[in-house]
Protein backbone atom coordinates (compact mmCIF):
# COMPACT_ATOMS: atom_id res chain seq x y z
CA UNK A 1 0.00 0.00 0.00
CA UNK A 2 1.31 3.54 -0.87
CA UNK A 3 1.72 6.13 1.53
CA UNK A 4 0.10 8.72 -0.51
CA UNK A 5 -3.57 8.81 -0.44
CA UNK A 6 -4.35 12.16 -2.36
CA UNK A 7 -2.60 13.90 -5.14
CA UNK A 8 -2.71 17.58 -5.00
CA UNK A 9 -1.04 20.15 -7.23
CA UNK A 10 -0.34 24.05 -7.02
CA UNK A 11 -2.38 26.50 -8.97
CA UNK A 12 0.92 27.20 -11.11
CA UNK A 13 0.19 23.26 -12.01
CA UNK A 14 -3.59 23.90 -12.83
CA UNK A 15 -2.55 26.17 -15.15
CA UNK A 16 -0.02 24.31 -17.03
CA UNK A 17 -2.63 21.16 -16.97
CA UNK A 18 -4.91 23.37 -18.68
CA UNK A 19 -2.64 24.79 -21.24
CA UNK A 20 -1.66 21.20 -21.79
CA UNK A 21 -5.32 19.89 -22.01
CA UNK A 22 -5.64 22.48 -24.95
CA UNK A 23 -2.93 21.79 -26.92
CA UNK A 24 -3.67 18.01 -26.50
CA UNK A 25 -7.17 17.86 -25.71
CA UNK A 26 -6.49 15.19 -23.80
CA UNK A 27 -9.24 15.80 -20.99
CA UNK A 28 -8.27 13.95 -17.82
CA UNK A 29 -5.89 15.41 -15.61
CA UNK A 30 -4.93 11.93 -14.09
CA UNK A 31 -3.78 11.24 -17.69
CA UNK A 32 -1.91 14.17 -18.24
CA UNK A 33 -0.29 13.82 -14.45
CA UNK A 34 1.13 10.38 -15.07
CA UNK A 35 3.01 11.15 -17.93
CA UNK A 36 4.11 14.53 -16.31
CA UNK A 37 5.54 11.57 -13.60
CA UNK A 38 7.08 9.21 -15.85
CA UNK A 39 8.79 12.38 -17.71
CA UNK A 40 10.60 13.73 -14.33
CA UNK A 41 11.37 10.06 -13.13
CA UNK A 42 12.98 9.50 -16.52
CA UNK A 43 15.35 12.81 -16.41
CA UNK A 44 19.58 11.90 -15.20
CA UNK A 45 18.92 14.98 -12.38
CA UNK A 46 16.86 15.09 -9.04
CA UNK A 47 14.33 17.30 -9.10
CA UNK A 48 15.11 20.74 -7.58
CA UNK A 49 14.40 21.39 -3.72
CA UNK A 50 11.15 23.63 -3.60
CA UNK A 51 7.86 24.03 -1.23
CA UNK A 52 4.90 23.11 -3.56
CA UNK A 53 1.26 24.93 -1.63
CA UNK A 54 -1.27 22.38 -2.61
CA UNK A 55 -3.55 25.56 -3.69
CA UNK A 56 -5.91 24.33 -6.28
CA UNK A 57 -8.44 22.80 -6.75
CA UNK A 58 -6.85 19.50 -8.84
CA UNK A 59 -6.88 16.81 -6.39
CA UNK A 60 -7.52 13.20 -7.29
CA UNK A 61 -6.57 10.00 -5.01
CA UNK A 62 -3.80 8.13 -5.15
CA UNK A 63 -5.95 5.19 -7.19
CA UNK A 64 -6.78 7.98 -9.47
CA UNK A 65 -3.64 9.34 -10.32
CA UNK A 66 -2.67 5.81 -11.36
CA UNK A 67 -5.28 4.43 -13.45
CA UNK A 68 -5.48 0.89 -11.43
CA UNK A 69 -1.86 0.41 -11.91
CA UNK A 70 -0.80 1.86 -8.67
CA UNK A 71 2.11 -0.75 -7.89
CA UNK A 72 3.75 -0.01 -10.97
CA UNK A 73 3.65 3.73 -10.25
CA UNK A 74 5.02 3.34 -6.48
CA UNK A 75 7.32 1.09 -7.69
CA UNK A 76 8.72 3.31 -10.27
CA UNK A 77 8.83 6.35 -7.15
CA UNK A 78 10.36 3.50 -4.97
CA UNK A 79 13.40 3.04 -7.65
CA UNK A 80 13.82 6.63 -8.18
CA UNK A 81 14.22 7.22 -4.59
CA UNK A 82 16.33 4.96 -3.69
CA UNK A 83 18.79 5.78 -6.31
CA UNK A 84 18.54 9.36 -5.53
CA UNK A 85 19.01 8.53 -1.70
CA UNK A 86 15.38 9.83 -0.47
CA UNK A 87 14.98 7.88 3.31
CA UNK A 88 12.03 5.56 2.91
CA UNK A 89 9.63 7.21 4.41
CA UNK A 90 5.81 8.31 4.23
CA UNK A 91 6.87 12.47 4.13
CA UNK A 92 10.12 12.25 1.94
CA UNK A 93 8.44 10.04 -0.45
CA UNK A 94 5.03 12.19 -0.69
CA UNK A 95 6.95 15.35 -0.65
CA UNK A 96 9.38 13.37 -3.43
CA UNK A 97 6.48 12.51 -5.92
CA UNK A 98 5.65 15.86 -5.44
CA UNK A 99 8.57 17.23 -7.16
CA UNK A 100 8.47 14.78 -9.41
CA UNK A 101 4.87 15.40 -10.82
CA UNK A 102 5.58 19.06 -10.43
CA UNK A 103 8.83 19.23 -12.19
CA UNK A 104 7.51 16.79 -15.20
CA UNK A 105 4.03 19.25 -15.69
CA UNK A 106 6.26 22.02 -16.12
CA UNK A 107 8.64 19.98 -18.39
CA UNK A 108 4.99 19.17 -20.74
CA UNK A 109 3.78 22.84 -20.65
CA UNK A 110 7.07 24.68 -21.29
CA UNK A 111 8.43 26.36 -24.28
CA UNK A 112 10.33 22.96 -25.23
CA UNK A 113 6.87 21.09 -24.74
CA UNK A 114 4.75 19.35 -26.89
CA UNK A 115 2.02 21.51 -28.88
CA UNK A 116 -0.07 18.90 -30.12
CA UNK A 117 -1.68 15.39 -29.21
CA UNK A 118 1.23 13.86 -32.00
CA UNK A 119 4.03 15.70 -30.31
CA UNK A 120 3.19 14.59 -26.71
CA UNK A 121 3.32 10.95 -27.61
CA UNK A 122 6.28 11.26 -29.47
CA UNK A 123 7.74 11.62 -25.97
CA UNK A 124 7.03 7.47 -25.42
CA UNK A 125 9.42 6.70 -28.16
CA UNK A 126 12.66 6.10 -27.94
CA UNK A 127 15.08 8.64 -29.36
CA UNK A 128 17.18 7.79 -32.55
Not at 42 to 71: L, R
Amino acid sequence: MTPIETVRISEKAKTQLITMKRRTGIANWNVLCRWAFCLSINQPTKPPEEVIPSDSSVEMTWKTFSGGAEDVYWGLLLIRAEEDGIAPKKEALSHYFRLHLHRGISYLSGANGPNDLPQFIRLALPKN
